[in-house]
């Protein structure tokens, strides 16, 4: 079992910034690959970013340039620095934990953007 705690949501205007955290507990695998995604209102969940153990990193295009995945393996935490935020990115965001057949999901943290 792991267990996936978001934390860093919260309400921001356009135009800045926030770092959300997840911290890994339980049993985790040295290789593992580790994300955030994100669930707008009415819409389909969304693969934001993405980072394996090794430190490879894959973004969703409109996020490119404005947000960072990075993790600490020490810590069994994955960050999301998201800069230049917009409306759009308005949603609740989850990390999840991936394994060969396995997988885990936080109960995620809502990310605010007004205009």
């Known amino acids: 079992q792991v267990q996936l705690v978001e934390s860093g949501g919260g309400l921001v205007q356009a135009g800045g910034s926030l770092r959300l955290s997840c911290a890994a507990s339980?049993?985790?695998?040295?290789?593992?690959?580790m994300g955030w995604y994100r669930q707008a209102p009415g819409k389909q969940r969304e693969l934001v970013a993405t980072i394996t153990s090794g430190g490879s990193t894959n973004y969703k295009d409109s996020v490119k340039g404005r947000f960072t995945i990075s993790r600490d393996n020490a810590k069994n935490t994955v960050y999301l620095q998201m800069n230049s935020l917009k409306s759009e990115d308005t949603a609740v965001y989850y990390c999840r934990y991936t394994r060969i057949g396995t997988e885990y999901w936080g109960r995620g943290t809502q990310v605010t953007v007004s205009s």
């Open positions: 339980g049993k985790i695998f040295n290789s593992n690959l």
